[in-house]
């Protein structure tokens, strides 16, 4: 894979994984919900906040970006700093 489609590829993965906006007005059914609105809607459903079942949530969101931006670091760097170089 060449370093700039690598780049992309990975800002476009990164930037729609959390995406808040466009699943809430496409859908309103609460199992096709992404992982943030659900988290959303688990606590407002809650009278007092499960802190520990919200973290636990919010790791479960968190792990696979961390995953993809260890593994695509390298790629990464090469892409944005590609232009830069004479």
Avoid: C
């Avoid at 808040?20 to 606590?43: A, K």
């Avoid at 007092?48 to 260890?70: D, E, F, K």
């Avoid at 760097?77 to 830069?84: D, R, S």
Wanted: aromatic fraction near 8%.
């Amino acid at each position: 894979m060449k370093p700039r489609f690598g780049d992309v590829l990975g800002d476009a993965i990164l930037q729609n994984w959390n995406n808040f906006l466009f699943p809430l007005v496409v859908t309103n059914s609460e199992h096709l919900m992404m992982i943030s609105q659900g988290l959303t809607v688990f606590q407002g459903q809650l009278t007092g906040t499960a802190y520990n079942l919200l973290m636990g949530g919010s790791l479960i969101a968190v792990v696979p970006v961390l995953i993809v931006a260890m593994f695509a670091q390298r790629k990464v760097v090469e892409g944005l700093t590609l232009g830069a170089i004479r």
